[in-house]
């Protein structure tokens, strides 16, 4: 996960992919989800105020030799046909968010020749003036392109992040590599019809519609809010941001564990009745422990709404934040804390279908969701469709300049690493603060595996 900001691009021949429609869009009455309304409202705002921000994802990454435009125009035009993120919107600028759509078989794509740029600053200054356009339009406009050369070819791709979560991103690296192999190959690629997001909207509102605050559902929720006063957790160490402001932010992508420290260090877990997951929790709950002296760990963390398997293939946000929570045990270890992390993991996935802003709207008298709620999230990346090409292919996710109020922690393991991005705000103390505590988790992790190890 890289801020574009960081990104360097080789130049090269950049050339965009232009999505076209020769129908008009029809209504749809289908309500967005309570994060896409709290994400096109509170981007809406800022456009008002002036505020600069891109609230987009994107991701990049490479193909061997030159482009061949024809088999990635062909991709790109299956690709948006297929999926209902790419011809469903919502109008931000409108008071209630009015639903629209396109019929799929209108959209065509074709391709533009922006030219040739001549250094890695002005492909990733032109990439980025480009999403934030296409991005801030109302429809959910794909920004994809390529640049173009002879040794390997980068292909980059952004859309609202109203309208997807990482785990499509993952998707549509894969789909859109396999769709320009079939080009190419001029074979046919037989995908089934990929499930509409807007269902996913419609089951979110009548789960949210049948909860009371008195839903044995809100349980969990209700004794986070408790231990913490009815506020989200602070973190262990100084941000320098006391007022709780949105201030620029900054990233930090911090190497954990080697693939093979990986795999050990979950063989570990499991030995003390946890997975990967309650062992990263575990080492974020004890090196709070040593900082602070609280042996209660409550964090946000990420849990997929991707309830069944047809739905892994849906393109849209289907992520919700669920409360983890759980108390060590009198002097702990690692070992000692993995089976209370775990149960607390297994309990916050359990309230997957429990929406974030409903929850707090039934718990709290303003009800109000910070707009970026510090949260950690552990992905085993391990499973996503050509996971095992990432490293080759340079793949990476990218974003645009942080705003944060707290830090947001994201585990990720791969087949080749296990690795944490950090998003925090751009102070000196944090600065000082946040790497320190991120190098006693790293330790508590590694100083675990050192027991495990025979003596050489």
Known sequence: MTQILDWRPEPGEV????????????????????????????????????RQQSPWVAMAFDLAGRADLDALTDAWQGLVRRHEAFHTWYEPESENLSGFRLPPDSLTVRPARVGDLMSADDVRAHVHRRIDEQTTTGRPGLLAGVIRRDTAST????????????????????????????????????????????????????????????????????????????????????LGNDADELLSGTRLQYPVLTGAEARAFRAY????????????????????????????????????????PRLLQVHGWLVNLAPL???????????????????????????????????????????????????ASYVDGRAAPGSRDYLSADATVLTGPDNASGVSLWFNWFSDRADLVVSMPDTPEAAAGVPKYLDRVREIMLTALAGTRPAS
């Not at 020769?22 to 002036?50: E, I, K």
């Not at 003390?272 to 309650?278: I, K, L, M, Q």
């Open 15 to 50: 050339v965009e992919f232009e999505l076209t429609t020769d129908r008009a869009p029809v209504p749809h009455h289908v309500p967005a989800s309570h994060f896409q309304q709290s994400h096109l409202r509170s981007a809406a705002a800022h456009r008002a105020a002036g």
């Open 155 to 238: 292909v980059f791709f952004a859309i609202d992040h109203s309208y997807t979560d990482g785990h499509s991103l993952a998707l549509l690296f894969d789909e859109i590599r396999a769709r320009y192999d079939a080009a190419r190959g001029g074979t046919s690629l037989d995908l089934a019809p990929a499930p509409g997001y807007l269902d996913c909207n419609r089951r979110e509102g009548e789960r949210s519609a049948s909860l009371t605050a008195a839903a044995p559902e809100l349980a969990a929720w209700s004794e986070f809010l408790a231990a913490g006063d009815g506020g989200f957790p602070g973190f262990p160490v100084e």
């Open 269 to 308: 877990c499991g030995r003390h009745g946890g997975g990967f997951g309650a062992g990263a929790f575990a080492a974020l709950a004890l090196a709070q422990w040593e900082f602070t002296g609280n042996d209660v760990y409550r964090v946000l963390t990420a849990v997929s709404t991707r309830a069944y």
């Open 325 to 375: 929570m759980f108390r060590l045990p009198a002097s702990p270890t690692l070992a000692d804390a993995i089976a209370a992390a775990q149960q607390g993991f297994q309990r916050a996935r359990a309230g997957y279908d429990v929406p974030l802003h409903r929850a707090l709207e039934l718990l709290l008298k303003d009800g109000e969701v910070p707009a970026i709620p510090p949260m």
